[in-house]
């Protein structure tokens, strides 16, 4: 079966860095996304992953390593309004997006 | 604006009633879906479709039914809905069905099945 696995949730404080691990095995692999989801509105698109490595955009910065089936949502100089649940997301052989449950991340002054 | 919409907002239905989600875009892209999100649970795709004319399953198509007569719109019907249909609905589009294309949602129909 295919499965993609993140923490439920997390706190971090204002001004500080977190990290978001996503674990997946996927029927294939054709790209993992990265969406950011406030409480009662429609997630967004934060970053794609196709090749090793990192992508840096910002604040947030996005790592993988196909080989391991891992990747990471890294968020610097945290704000309250990253308070939001982070969606992780692989593209299967199917083109298909497969979803994790999200990771709660809460953010505290 | 460019972007999608759904109708309606919210919506709470009698089981066994017929029920119609509507989607439109407007950034003119070939592909669409139809989500549900319950909590603790990832989205999970119910139907989709790449081009207009053509429709597919998803992973939870039971008890939903779609269409895609034209590009903008990708109506979803709920034929005799049931209790555990209540959920939240996102419809979402991207401009083809694979590749690095982004998935755009719209806002949501919240709906309530009693």
């Known amino acids: 079966g295919q499965n993609i696995d993140q923490p439920t949730e997390m706190t971090a404080t204002e001004g500080a860095i977190v990290q978001i691990n996503c674990t997946y095995q996927t029927s294939g692999f054709n790209g993992l996304f990265w969406y950011q989801q406030h409480a009662g509105e429609a997630p967004t698109f934060l970053s794609y992953n196709v090749l090793d490595g990192l992508e840096e955009k910002g604040r947030f910065s996005s790592f993988l390593s196909r080989s391991k089936g891992y990747s990471y949502l890294l968020l610097k100089e945290l704000q309250m309004k990253d308070s939001a649940s982070y969606l992780c997301a692989v593209r299967d052989s199917n083109y298909q997006l497969i979803w994790g449950a999200g990771t709660k991340l809460i953010i505290k002054p | 604006i460019a972007g999608i919409t759904q109708a309606p907002t919210s919506q709470i239905l009698a089981a066994g009633r017929r029920m119609t989600l509507r989607c439109t875009q407007d950034m003119r892209h070939n592909a669409m879906y139809w989500y549900r999100q319950d909590l603790g649970l990832g989205l999970r795709l119910i139907h989709y479709?790449?081009?207009?004319?053509?429709?597919g399953k998803g992973e939870v198509p039971d008890g939903y039914s779609v269409s895609r007569a034209n590009t903008d719109d990708f109506p979803l019907t709920l034929a005799s809905a049931v209790p555990s249909q209540t959920s939240v609905y996102f419809c979402a589009s991207s401009r083809t069905g694979g590749g690095t294309d982004t998935q755009y949602f719209g806002p949501g129909t919240r709906l309530t099945v009693l």
């Open positions: 479709s790449n081009t207009a004319g053509t429709t």
